[in-house]
């Protein structure tokens, strides 16, 4: 259920609204928007009059939610949610690039590939050093040096530094040295790291599963905001269908659906949606036409001889060439690009 409060109701009104709820069995979760403060209430609780609460005063609408997801829902902050993390913004009206390798392999890797994706107008470097590979013997990724790798190649660049979290034991090393926690497609069901994650204070971005629907997707970043932690990205990244031509069928769809269910800013990946080097630039231009908030794109300075998804990763060029047509794009969805 959710309690929109009247224009200009008082704290002390807010403070009996919430206190009643919690008497009724609730937990609430407070969102104070530029017009109106609402109020989730969450909890397994059913049978209660919504009139109950309708009455009390400063209050201007219960609405019920019929959605499994209620914090997560387009109801909770009808305004919509602007991610804020190390001064940038992501669900505002800037298209936010996180760009960089598939895998940290060296220093001289991160510094060419930080150097170019900054030149050509990132903000966040990605890099993973944990990596979930299909296959045991295949690269698992460089773990702690590999961070401290991603770490101060962002530093050097004025990039802000995304990585992959692979289990809830792995969460407080992450946050020493990245600003944003990426949940892998993999891990999108696993329900300890999501609820440990709620009790984080980081950014998390959550990828959506290669077999969930958007419904399942809401209902695992729900686990993360039920925590307490309100800054969760989704992430489009492809999921399996029959089509067998690209690695993934990347969900454009998704994009306006999710906006319209969510208020959860939303990012598309197009790396690991199609697979395909040449592909990744029209279903990145597809997703930010689409609506998406940000981009998560893989980029390596030597693909051929990249240790993961060296096919999928752009040559420097062809981010630059990317980014260049993206400027055209965005501002034609009243959007821009750094
Ligand atoms: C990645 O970002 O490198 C990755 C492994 O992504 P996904 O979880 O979407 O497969
Ligand atoms: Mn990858």
Redesign the pocket.
């Known amino acids: 259920m959710v309690v929109v409060m009247q224009e200009g109701a008082t704290d002390d009104q807010v403070q009996h609204v919430v206190q009643h709820l919690v008497e009724m069995g609730f937990d609430v979760h407070r969102s104070t928007g530029v017009r109106h403060t609402v109020l989730g209430a969450v909890g397994a609780k059913l049978d209660f009059d919504t009139r109950d609460i309708e009455l009390l005063d400063g209050v201007r609408e219960v609405i019920r939610i019929s959605a499994p997801y209620k914090l997560a829902s387009r109801t909770f902050r009808p305004e919509g949610t602007v991610v804020e993390v190390g001064g940038v913004r992501i669900g505002g009206d800037e298209v936010v690039v996180m760009a960089g390798p598939?895998?940290v392999e060296s220093a001289e890797q991160m510094e060419a590939i930080a150097a170019h994706v900054k030149r050509e107008g990132a903000r966040i470097l990605?890099g993973?050093a944990f990596?979930?590979r299909t296959s045991p013997y295949s690269f698992q990724g460089l773990g702690e040096p590999g961070l401290q790798l991603l770490r101060e190649a962002a530093d050097r660049h004025g990039l802000l530094a995304v990585s992959?979290v692979m289990d809830h034991t792995q969460i407080s090393l992450l946050d020493r040295y990245v600003d944003i926690l990426?949940v892998?497609?993999?891990?999108m069901q696993n329900y300890n790291l999501l609820r440990e994650l709620g009790k984080a204070r980081k950014t998390v971005l959550l990828?959506r599963g290669?077999s969930s629907t958007m419904e399942e997707l809401l209902l695992s970043a729900e686990y993360i905001l039920a925590g307490g932690n309100y800054q969760v990205i989704l992430?489009e990244?492809?999921i399996r269908t029959f089509e067998n031509y690209t690695r993934n069928t990347l969900d454009i769809a998704a994009i306006p659906v999710l906006k319209k269910l969510s208020h959860l800013p939303i990012v598309a990946?197009p790396?690991?949606g199609t697979g395909r080097r040449d592909k990744v630039p029209p279903m990145a231009r597809a997703a930010v036409a689409a609506g998406a908030d940000g981009l998560?794109v893989?980029v390596h300075h030597d693909p051929e001889h990249a240790l993961?998804?060296g096919a999928q990763s752009l040559f420097p060029d062809q981010f630059t060439q990317l980014m260049k047509e993206l400027r055209i794009i965005a501002p034609a969805v009243g959007r821009r690009v750094g």
């Open positions: 598939c895998s990605r993973g990596k979930p992959e990426q892998g497609a993999r891990n990828k290669m992430c990244r492809g990946d790396s690991h998560l893989e993961s998804d």
